[in-house]
């Protein structure tokens, strides 16, 4: 459950934000304090209430995981740091063919390729430091545990065929197998439902932090922002940005390879 809102728009908002994320609303210091002892009373109040009478909170709007929406940022912007990578690689290859078919002097390519090269070694080095704030995404889980018992049932019908096990044994085996394959195949199903809702959420969020861009520009150019504030809060809204475009791009790739 969102543990705080912004008073204007009513989306949810983080005690470390100074500026609403939806709408550029200034968010008072005293507002999460004030949260804080509005939820102790609810919870006073709750505890008092028949069971029957508890708040449906079904109807409440998405909320993004955030943990997943980082994970596909991470594999979104690691594709195109591997990709940037193989086009470095390529560059150099075509660059020393070329030298050594005598189409270009090898003084003429070597600045180029120390260049492409301290390139590659910088992205390599980008590479890791993302890759280390990788997390699992649930349904590639699932899939992969869909897959490695589809070559269990693929192994096991083999060792029918060859007759080195009891007809009990593969009777027994093949039913797991297809057990774990059946429940994996509903669970990647009630995940894309999911990916499909976070796919509508992300789109309309990112255009709100978009919005927001035009709104922090707005402030800082009337006075209500310094330079400072507005430097400060830009960079940190468009690096936001930069990881829900690739955690987009990424969610919309996985769900057309899954349909």
Same mark, same amino acid.
């Given at each position: 459950?969102?543990?705080?809102?912004?008073?204007?728009?009513?989306?949810?908002?983080?005690?470390?934000?100074?500026?609403?994320?939806?709408?550029?609303?200034?968010?008072? &210091?005293?507002?999460? #304090?004030?949260?804080?002892?509005? #939820?102790?009373?609810?919870?006073?109040?709750?505890?008092?209430?028949?069971?029957?009478?508890?708040?449906?909170?079904?109807?409440?709007?998405?909320?993004?995981? #955030?943990?997943?929406?980082?994970?596909?940022?991470?594999?979104?912007?690691?594709?195109?740091?591997d990709q940037e990578m193989e086009e470095i690689l390529e560059e150099i290859e075509n660059l020393e063919e070329r030298v050594k078919v005598g189409l270009i002097p090898k003084e003429d390519a070597k600045e180029r390729v120390t260049e492409l090269n301290r390139r590659f070694v910088e992205i390599r080095l980008d590479k890791k430091k993302i890759a280390k704030g990788s997390a699992q995404i649930p349904i590639f889980e699932l899939m992969k545990k869909k897959d490695d018992s589809e070559d269990h049932l693929l192994k096991l019908e083999?060792?029918?065929?060859?007759?080195?096990?009891?007809?009990?044994?593969?009777?027994?085996?093949?039913?797991?197998?297809?057990?774990?394959?059946?429940?994996?195949?509903?669970?990647?199903?009630?995940?894309?439902?999911?990916?499909?809702?976070?796919?509508? #959420?992300?789109?309309?969020?990112?255009?709100? &932090?978009?919005?927001?861009?035009e709104t922090l520009f707005v402030r800082k150019s009337t006075g209500e922002l310094s330079e400072k504030e507005y430097n400060e809060e830009k960079e940190e809204l468009s690096e936001e940005i930069k990881n829900w475009e690739a955690a987009y791009e990424e969610l919309k790739k996985t769900l057309r390879k899954l349909k």
């Open positions: 459950m969102v543990e705080y809102r912004c008073p204007v728009c009513s989306k949810p908002v983080l005690p470390n934000f100074t500026f609403c994320k939806s709408c550029g609303a200034r968010l008072s &210091k005293d507002l999460f #304090q004030k949260r804080k002892t509005s #939820q102790a009373r609810k919870e006073m109040h709750s505890s008092s209430m028949s069971p029957g009478s508890e708040v449906d909170e079904s109807a409440e709007e998405i909320v993004l995981d #955030q943990e997943i929406v980082h994970a596909l940022s991470i594999k979104g912007r690691l594709i195109v740091i083999g060792l029918k065929k060859d007759k080195s096990i009891s007809q009990k044994t593969y009777e027994k085996m093949k039913d797991e197998y297809k057990a774990t394959i059946s429940d994996s195949e509903k669970h990647i199903t009630t995940e894309i439902i999911k990916m499909e809702r976070w796919k509508d #959420q992300l789109k309309k969020e990112l255009g709100e &932090k978009r919005e927001l861009l």
